[in-house]
């Protein structure tokens, strides 16, 4: 028997997000008419859909490719002159080629965006990321418009001190800071904490001190969503200023 189960979706035909592209292709017939797509044939080979999508002058035809998450097209090979939709759950492919338009089906379904302990490395990162609201930033690949970011100020602060929205399309780009390549995208400033939230007051949390981000000392682009409530809480307590501005992302509305 499985310790964790997936989330629970609201106003959804299936009680549970997905966890295969099976469930993937149950919830896409349920938004295919929002989507103005007939379907024409489901089928074992690639693509696995044909589909018809309204226009102003008739119905265009689109090629379909279902899967969990939309890195499995680039896993699978598959060649992408063939396709024009990758439908999925989680969308983890910044390279996806351009001419594919990816349908994320978890934005349609009320789990709107994910957590992540951001590490902001350097005395000078940190003093300049704590004067803009907006920059160009290196995040997790798996990273998505709207997911929320929190900038964790490492040596010799040791504390989260901002938090920031992604607020645009992941691009591969050469690295400022280490050798090779990044994810990086364009992020805004939802607050800064008054009241940071240290490392040690993370250690100290029942809860808290059993995470992953935890665990591997803060380093690294963390997904803490499902620690998000704990998280909130604390910064809440801390920051009672910035309610009003989390409003929207408090952990009911993940």
């Known amino acids: 028997m499985k310790d964790k189960r997936p ?3 609201e106003k959804a035909p299936l009680q549970y997000a997905p ?3 099976l469930g993937v292709v149950f919830l896409f017939s349920h938004i295919a008419k929002r989507l103005r797509v007939r379907v024409e044939s489901i089928r074992s080979q690639f693509p696995d859909c044909i589909a018809y999508q309204k226009t102003a002058h008739g119905e265009k035809r689109i090629r379909i490719e279902f899967g969990f998450r939309s890195s499995s097209f680039k896993n699978h090979k598959h060649p992408s002159r063939y396709c024009d939709w990758i439908v999925c759950w989680e969308h983890d492919w910044p390279d996806v080629p351009e001419k594919i338009r990816v349908i994320e089906l978890r934005k349609y379904f009320g789990v709107g965006f994910n957590v992540w302990i951001q590490p902001v490395v350097g005395i000078q990162q940190q003093e300049w990321l704590s004067k803009v609201n907006k920059a160009n930033w290196g995040v997790s690949k798996r990273a998505t418009k709207g997911d929320l970011l ?3 100020h490492a040596k010799p602060a040791k504390c989260i ?3 920031f929205i992604l607020n645009g399309e992941l691009r591969r780009c050469k690295a400022g800071w280490r050798d090779g ?3 990086a995208g364009l992020i805004k400033r939802i607050c800064n904490l008054d009241s940071p939230i240290f490392l040690e007051d993370l250690k100290q949390h029942r809860i808290l ?4 981000f935890i665990r591997r000392n803060m380093q ?3 997904n803490a969503t499902e620690y998000w409530s704990y998280l909130y809480e604390i910064i809440i307590q801390r920051n009672p200023k910035i309610k009003k501005k989390l409003l929207k992302y408090a952990p009911e509305r993940i």
Do not use: A, P, R
Not at 209 to 212: A, F, G, I, R
């Open 7 to 9: 989330d629970i979706l």
């Open 209 to 212: 001190k059993t995470s992953s």
């Open 19 to 21: 966890e295969n592209e």
């Open 161 to 163: 001190k901002d938090i």
């Open 220 to 222: 690294g682009n963390l």
């Open 181 to 183: 390549y990044c994810y």
């Open 150 to 152: 929190l900038m964790y």
